[in-house]
């Protein structure tokens, strides 16, 4: 009756855990199957976060337009007003300077 020691007991003390690589050589499949699923799943959290860059972008560009045209019409109605009042003053030089002016830097 001496081999009445469970089996399971008698070369249980001794073993050791197996390391990260030997683990991963030993479920090979399961680690290329991990590394490839993490590397798309980075992969296209980096796609969604273009595709919102690029529409904050777009949205910054639409603005930068609205904000130009906005500019531009505001210079041309202060060059409007400009040319106007200085075509009250009766010598009409100012008139003719100013226009000398805005032909160089507008058009």
């Given at each position: 009756?001496?081999?009445?020691?469970?089996?399971?007991?008698?070369?249980?003390?001794?073993?050791?855990p197996l390391g990260?690589?030997?683990?991963?050589?030993?479920?090979?499949?399961?680690?290329?199957?991990?590394?490839?699923?993490?590397?798309?799943?980075?992969?296209s959290v980096r796609?969604?976060?273009?595709?919102?860059?690029?529409?904050?972008?777009?949205?910054?560009?639409?603005?930068?337009?609205?904000?130009?045209?906005?500019?531009?019409?505001?210079?041309?109605?202060?060059?409007?007003?400009?040319?106007?009042?200085?075509?009250l003053e009766p010598?009409?030089?100012?008139?003719?300077?100013?226009?000398?002016?805005?032909?160089?830097?507008?058009?």
């Open positions: 009756m001496a081999s009445s020691a469970p089996p399971s007991k008698a070369g249980g003390g001794s073993r050791k990260f690589m030997a683990n991963a050589m030993k479920r090979r499949q399961s680690f290329v199957q991990f590394f490839a699923m993490t590397g798309i799943l980075l992969l796609s969604v976060g273009q595709k919102y860059r690029i529409h904050d972008l777009t949205e910054d560009t639409e603005a930068l337009k609205e904000e130009q045209e906005g500019l531009a019409s505001r210079m041309n109605h202060i060059k409007q007003s400009l040319l106007a009042e200085a075509a010598t009409g030089a100012f008139a003719a300077r100013l226009r000398l002016l805005f032909s160089d830097g507008s058009n």
